[in-house]
């Protein structure tokens, strides 16, 4: 990057996708205008993306859509970025969602607070005994090849299809906790348990915290976006739902200025580092 000129970002965004309960592309334009601020911004489609990372200092992944929809290109990007040593944000390295949902099963196994979960019929006996199961793609996203499956059918699952099984939990709500690297800023829950993105500020307890961070903490990634989402069980414990490493929605527009400004900043200073990072 030349002396004085300003890092160039590459913003990975489908805006055409449309998402449930959500306007991912209002979302990318508002943050793109703030980035523009300290920032050359250009937006492009995930498509599009492998192509041009060699021309920019950032290439930040945002509201870009699950890649179950384009998985070859993917692959190809993530293949590209890494051999050229590309920034790219949030780190290809993470460990949760953008490596499929095997960290579901690793987290179960070592005993992590996490919806239990298993991918073999003869692992069943180690989730608890519930009247309905969720059974869910290892590759999937935004609930695409989600299904509930009733106990007593639980033997026509197939599990040669890469599938997850996991009790369906009745909880009290959902309540998600946004970090930019490790740093926490905000938290947002659905009250509704039928209504997961009609959401509402939260503000988080210390256990709450303590919670979410050791998520954070096991996923080892320096810079990104992540979003730990969890249900309240009706013990009144929390459960790790997902962990989002790659393209988590933010849901920006409903929290306050202040609220936001401090993200937005947040963001900034660690694109600015990363940047400029030798």
Same mark, same amino acid.
């Given at each position: 990057?030349?002396?004085?000129? $300003? ?41 599009? *993306? ?7 200092? !950032?290439?930040?992944? &945002? ?11 993917? +692959? =190809? ?12 944000? /949030? $780190? ?12 579901? @099963?690793?987290? /179960?196994?070592?005993?992590?607070? !996490? ?5 073999? %019929?003869? =692992? ?28 007593? $059918? ?13 009790? @369906? ?7 998600? #906790?946004?970090?930019?690297?490790? %740093? #926490? ?6 009250? +509704? ?9 939260? +503000?988080?307890?210390?256990? =709450?915290?303590?919670?979410?961070? &050791? #998520? ?9 976006? $992540? &979003? ?34 401090? #993200? ?6 660690? @694109?600015?580092?990363? *940047?400029?990072?030798?």
């Amino acid at each position: 990057m030349p002396a004085g000129a $300003q890092p160039r970002v590459l913003l990975v965004t489908d805006l055409a996708y449309q998402a449930r309960g959500r306007r991912y592309c209002d979302e990318d334009i508002q943050l793109a205008a703030r980035l523009r601020e300290d920032f050359d911004v250009a937006l492009c489609h995930p498509l599009d *993306a492998a192509a041009l990372l060699d021309s920019f200092d !950032v290439v930040l992944v &945002r509201n870009s859509g699950p890649v179950l929809n384009y998985r070859a290109e993917y +692959e =190809d990007f993530r293949a590209r970025a890494l051999e050229r040593g590309a920034r790219v944000y /949030t $780190q290809l390295t993470g460990r949760a969602d953008m490596a499929g949902k095997q960290y579901l @099963l690793d987290l /179960t196994a070592a005993g992590y607070p !996490v919806i239990p979960t298993v991918d073999r %019929a003869e =692992d069943l006996p180690r989730l608890p005994v519930v009247p309905e199961y969720v059974v869910k793609p290892k590759l999937g996203a935004d609930s695409i090849g989600l299904r509930i499956v009733p106990r007593e $059918q639980l033997g026509t699952v197939r599990y040669d299809e890469d599938v997850l099984v996991q009790p @369906l939990i009745r909880f009290a709500y959902e309540v998600s #906790f946004y970090f930019v690297d490790d %740093a #926490f800023q905000y938290a947002l829950h659905a009250p +509704e348990p039928e209504q997961r993105w009609r959401l509402e500020p939260y +503000e988080p307890t210390a256990a =709450d915290l303590e919670f979410a961070r &050791r #998520f954070i903490a096991w996923n080892t990634v320096e810079h990104g976006i $992540q &979003r730990v989402d969890a249900c309240r069980t009706p013990e009144g414990g929390l459960l790790l739902v997902e962990l989002e490493d790659l393209n988590p929605y933010l849901s920006l527009d409903l929290v306050d200025e202040a609220t936001r400004d401090r #993200f937005v900043a947040a963001l900034k200073a660690s @694109l600015h580092t990363l *940047a400029t990072r030798p």
